[in-house]
């Protein structure tokens, strides 16, 4: 079974944190994503990489960093916490070409 | 901008009944297409994908597709109370990205 692993479930952060999403994946796939889910607004992507050090802005990538430094892990970073990130946070792989990607568990990011 | 584009819902169907979900994609270069279903505060899940112009059928699941309309959807027969969810529609990008749907909202009336 494809594993995307998400660090935690459940974030509690406060305004101005610096704030760490990690994800790991298990299937030795090159493309990854991180996306955020919103009621009312779906899934917005933003940030992907299909490779190691390589990435791509996604729809809405400001105010997020990202890093990827081994094939198996893909960081999301927010520079500078604020309450509009209050969000779900959707990790994802998937293997090359417009191939299904695979989801992991979300992480649940309050920022107070 | 490419776009798929759902009809929210929701989406309500009696137990025993064929749900329809559809969806439109704007991105004539799509090649593939997915169907995910998400429950509540979960991730979503694919339950089906789809190539080829037609049908594809995996249980109780039919995925349709016609290029020419640029239209997929999703038929689910024999609807249960457990398929209640968001079911999202995604097409291939063409950078090696899905692009999503925001989902419709499926009930099953028990």
């Known amino acids: 079974d494809v594993k995307v692993t998400q660090s935690s479930r459940y974030l509690v952060k406060r305004t101005g944190e610096k704030v760490f999403l990690e994800c790991v994946q298990d299937?030795?796939?090159?493309?990854m994503f991180w996306y955020r889910q919103d009621p009312g607004l779906g899934l917005r992507l933003i940030y992907f990489?299909?490779?190691?050090?390589?990435?791509e802005k996604g729809d809405i990538p400001e105010g997020y960093s990202v890093s990827r430094e081994k094939k198996e892990r893909f960081s999301l970073i927010l520079e500078s916490a604020s309450t509009n990130q209050t969000s779900m946070y959707l990790c994802?792989?998937?293997?090359?070409?417009?191939?299904?990607?695979?989801f992991g568990q979300g992480t649940r990011l309050t920022v107070v | 901008q490419k776009e798929v584009e759902q009809n929210s819902g929701p989406l309500s169907v009696p137990e025993g009944a064929i749900a329809s979900l559809n969806c439109t994609y704007s991105?004539?270069?799509?090649?593939?297409f997915f169907w995910y279903r998400q429950y509540s505060g979960k991730s979503p899940e694919l339950i089906m994908f789809?190539?080829?112009?037609g049908d594809k059928e995996d249980g109780r699941f039919t995925a349709q597709l016609n290029k020419a309309s640029q239209y997929v959807s999703l038929l689910i027969r024999d609807s249960q109370p457990s398929d209640s969810a968001t079911y999202l529609c995604?097409?291939?990008?063409?950078?090696?990205?899905?692009?999503f749907g925001k989902g419709t909202k499926l009930s099953v009336k028990p």
């Open positions: 994802a792989s998937s293997g090359p070409g417009e191939a299904e990607a695979f």
């Open positions: 299937m030795d796939h090159e493309n």
């Open positions: 990489s299909y490779d190691v050090k390589m990435k």
């Open positions: 991105d004539r270069g799509s090649q593939s």
């Open positions: 789809i190539y080829s112009n």
């Open positions: 995604a097409a291939g990008g063409s950078q090696g990205n899905l692009i």
